[in-house]
C-alpha cells in the first residue's frame, strides 16, 4: 500500500517562511513526477508546483520567485519551500506523485492546513 505523508503545515504571519515535507512509503518500482496542489476555501484545487525525477520544475506564477519544489529521490520525499508568504496563499496543500507499482498511478497525500495571517 503506497502512501504519501505531509508535514510542515501551520500557521504563520504574512512575510513569514513554512516548509512543506511529502514523504512516500510502501511497496512501489519508481516515482516520476511529484508536486503540489493546494484547494482555499470555496476555490477548486490548483497546482502550484512539480517536479519531474530528472529534477525539471514548473510553478504557477502566483508563486514564482516565492516557492521552491525539490525532492530527495533517496528518501522518496518532496518539499516545498514557501518564503514570502501572503494570506491568498492560505489554503490546504496537497501532495500528489505519479508512482509506479504494478501499474503507474497518481497518489495523493491527506492534505496539510497553512494559514497565512495579515
Known amino acids: 500500500q503506497v502512501q504519501l505523508v505531509e508535514s510542515g503545515g501551520g500557521l504563520v504571519q504574512a512575510g513569514g517562511s513554512l516548509r512543506l515535507s511529502c514523504a512516500a512509503s510502501g511497496r512501489f518500482f519508481s516515482i516520476n513526477a511529484m508536486g503540489w496542489y493546494r484547494q482555499a476555501p470555496g476555490k477548486q484545487r490548483e497546482l502550484v508546483a512539480i517536479i519531474t525525477s530528472g529534477g525539471s520544475t514548473n510553478y504557477t506564477d502566483s508563486v514564482k520567485g516565492r516557492f521552491t519544489i525539490s525532492r530527495d529521490n533517496a528518501k522518496s520525499t518532496v518539499y516545498l519551500q514557501m518564503n514570502s508568504l501572503k494570506p491568498e496563499d492560505t489554503a490546504v496543500y496537497y501532495c500528489?506523485?505519479?508512482?509506479?507499482?504494478?501499474?503507474?498511478?497518481?497518489?495523493w497525500g491527506q492534505g496539510t492546513q497553512v494559514t497565512v495571517s495579515s
Open positions: 500528489y506523485g505519479h508512482i509506479a507499482t504494478i501499474i503507474l498511478r497518481q497518489y
